[in-house]
């Protein structure tokens, strides 16, 4: 993995991870994250690979998210759904979406999203 010879007061890191999704999105996604992070605050920035189904729609696509966090809860988000990059039944698919984690730590995610 690449780092920057740059050093500021919160130290840039870069991880991948795979999830698993279950419910109305099933299926599993490849994650490439980038995060300036400490206890307290910090940013991320992640794209994934999403294969599965959404909504009973098969196929694979792309989505891109990000967030600030000053201790408690998230700020500043962005979610979308990255254009052109849908395959089988998701050909097509554009949109947003979001992210909420429960108190317990349970992410739950959701897509606002259109086929063309």
Do not use: C
Not at 71 to 82: A, L, P, Q, R, W
């Amino acid at each position: 993995m690449p780092s920057t010879t740059i050093k500021t007061a919160l130290p840039v890191a870069i991880a991948t991870m795979e999830k698993r999704y279950e419910g109305e999105v099933v299926g599993r996604s490849a994650t490439l994250f980038t995060s300036a992070f400490d206890q307290g605050t910090g940013t991320y920035v992640a794209m994934e690979s999403f294969e599965g189904a959404l909504h009973g729609r098969t196929g694979t696509f792309n989505f891109a998210h990000s967030a600030t966090t000053q201790g408690e809860g998230m700020n500043n988000t962005f979610f979308v759904i990255v254009p052109a990059s849908g395959t089988g039944e998701l050909t097509g698919i554009t949109g947003t979406g979001g992210i909420a984690i429960d108190a317990d730590g349970t992410h739950r995610i959701w897509f606002n999203y259109e086929l063309s």
